[in-house]
């Protein structure tokens, strides 16, 4: 049992968890993610670290609360036990070298990107993070990556803040203009990444985007998170998340993201799931004495 140590909301249907799990907090490398079962009847859900401390032995998750199983894991207040956290998931970012590298994110796909950023600060990178939202009231993390990085910008789609216009936009323009980076890596909704990826592959730039399937068990058993990478089939989980950008076939992991949607809908306009086998055991239990 993990105990969730404060629960704060950062924007509509955005909270932010801290956890108590001192083992994960210690082997964490940025890039990697954990998998939460909030409870016995519960899907298993794979979240991005967005920040741990060894020290406390906590790590933070950013979760939106977009369907049934993120809904029930976002209820969770200080003091209550989430059944399983499972972790640190999935290769570490490979940070590598690099003189001056981009951070790309995008709606709750940004904070995965924190700790990646802070490793590359260790290792003397300049840094700048584009980080991009629908509007305003969605701007999430802007302090940490303010921190974090030597350049900032915010965008968002409606203009109410920062850049009006895509995170693709400002990008593009820097790369226009002569700027290069020697690793670009990319956060976020799929059709974001597929655009990062766009625009840097004529300037050849190393980009790594952290995909974001469908997983089931996390451990490469099930297949769930199978992707196209230059034409091989890997395994999200085991194999990545992170990816070369150039070679991802993001149109089938679109596909894929959709598979299970019309049950998806209905699981949440069902709201919570209400087991029937359970109430049913302890009646017998109580039963028999
Ligand atoms: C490695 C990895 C890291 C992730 N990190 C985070 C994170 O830090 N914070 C966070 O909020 N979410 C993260 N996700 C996505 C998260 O796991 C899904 O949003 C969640 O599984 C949806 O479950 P649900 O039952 O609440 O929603 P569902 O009812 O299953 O789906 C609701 C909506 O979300 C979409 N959706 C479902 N699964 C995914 C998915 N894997 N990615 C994107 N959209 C999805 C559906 O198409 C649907 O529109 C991550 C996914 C992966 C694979
Ligand atoms: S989630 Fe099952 S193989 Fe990756």
Redesign the pocket.
Known sequence: MFEVISNQQLATD?FELTIKAPRIAQHHRPGQ?CIIRAAQHC?R????V?DKDSGAGTIT?????????????VRFQPGDYLLDVVGP??QPTHIGNPKYAAFIGGG??A??GYLMLKALKDAGAELLAIIGFRTRDLVIYEEKFHNVSDELIVTTDDGSYGHHGLVTEPLGERLANGESFDLIMVVG??VMMAAVAEVTRPYGIKTLA??????VDGTGMCGA?RVTVGGQTKF??VD??EFDAHQVDFRELSER??M??AG??Q??EAGPHQCKVEPRYWQVRENDG
């Open positions: 955005i993610f899907e859900i794979p979240l991005s967005a998750t950013v979760v939106q609360a977009a369907g049934h199983s993120t809904q029930e894991i998931l999935g709750f796909g904070p995965a909704p799929v952290s995909l974001n399937p469908i997983m998170c999200a989980c990545g998340p993201l959709k299970y949607q998806e809908t699981a949440y």
